[in-house]
């Protein structure tokens, strides 16, 4: 069975963080549904946690069901983020994961996420002074460089394992490249066999067939799995099920409009109304993505302002789509 350090990680399948994505109630949806080894929370900012930020330490929060849980910090130097790991870790994280491959301008712009695969000195004092200062397994996680010419990860992995890192995970685009093309796997195939520790590919993987080919073609420990978890909540255990050469059904319209409407309701219940808001509109974006005449919601999704018309738009949405599946 695949563990970081002591925790194990059954089955190896790993919901990647993602900002304004991974945060409690959606950690819950995922691991409620089974199928997933651990969550991760969204990125938390080394410096806005020591400075006792109000919404950072609200978005700290987890329950008990979501482990084990790694909480994932980002910064651009040693003593504070050795701070920000020791909070992380007195707070009941279960692993604490380190942000080396974040491409956003915001976090580039203050010298961290992928800002420090261009001075991987700067990386490995973080990466020594976040292991010395805490006890639970410390992961990595990073891109291939920071564009094509720059292309260190090997060198970044092997700092990672001569300084105690537990597991590391590799998303093989450049920081350049954002989001654009595809994810060359090769290049996790290739960490692996550079590294001992193990390696958790992340990137691309909509299906249970790609999590599948991703171990076979790659040796990868585990899938680590992003935005094909908000398309597709059920993605954990469907390819539990693949790993274990057993097939779930798929759920049906009712299905996803009812985790939809579920879900909303809770955001609606406990967020104050300009956040929820927010949220709502985020995750009407996210969940509708690849679903048959999905734009025109996804394009009436800034003229939404209210709650119940959140509602009323998915139970709108879901009418059309519930009678051709019964057709
Ligand atoms: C909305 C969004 C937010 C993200 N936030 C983070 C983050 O906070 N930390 C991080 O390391 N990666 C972040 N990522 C990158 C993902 O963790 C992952 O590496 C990437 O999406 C590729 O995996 P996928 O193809 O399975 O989505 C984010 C991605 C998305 C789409």
Redesign the pocket.
Known sequence: MFAIDHIPVDPPLVL??????TDRDFRLIVRRMGGVGVVTM??ISSKGLMRGDPQILQRLTFSEEERPLSI?I?GSDGPTMAEAAREVERRGADIC?I?M??PSNKVLKGCAGAALMGDLKVAEEIIAAVRQAISIPLTV?FRLGLDDRRQNYLELGRICEANGVAAV?L?PRTARQK?TGS?AWRHIAALKDALSIPVMG????GTPEDAARMIRETGCDAV??????TRNPWIFCQIAAHLSNGDMPQPTWEDRRDLILDHFHTIIAREEPKFARFKLQTFTGLYSKGLPDSLKLRRQIHSLQEPEQFIEAIERFFDKLIPRQAA
């Open positions: 990647a963080p993602m900002a304004g994505v969204e990125f994932q980002y994961d942000n491959g974040c996680k995970a998303h989001f994810a992340n990137g691309d993987v680590m799995i992003g935005r094909g978890a």
